[in-house]
């Protein structure tokens, strides 16, 4: 008995300690959504979850070489509008420029992979949120 309350115990820390993440994660996001000047494209926060991806460009997001810069290449955060209705389904939408990659101070580009980083894991909540309520709605 001792066993499965231990286990209840572990996956009731687990699941706190990812809510605590997110709402740390979510308070981090907004103030680099502003820092960044995303908010002059994007008028709301919350807007920014409408799109179906957020993507950057002149930097790897990759793991395993995380920040490293393309050469000739322009920093960008570009967002991915998807509307099923439209003869173009996805369209990309830049929402921050910040030239020349190699021009870019390192501390300006470490936000910039910062807040896409942020923005995914949040996105990835609200799709397991998504996914739960479907499930939910099957039973």
Known sequence: MSSALDRLKNLTNKISSYEMARKENLKILE?????????KKVETFSDLFEFKAINLSGASLAKENLGEIKEGKYLQV???LYDKSAVVKSKNISLAYFGRVE????ELKNS????IIRYRFEKSFMTLEHYNEILEDLS
């Open 31 to 39: 103030e680099l959504y502003n820092s960044l000047g995303i908010d």
């Open 78 to 80: 570009l967002a991915i």
């Open 103 to 106: 021009n870019v101070k390192e």
């Open 112 to 115: 910039v992979i910062e807040f």
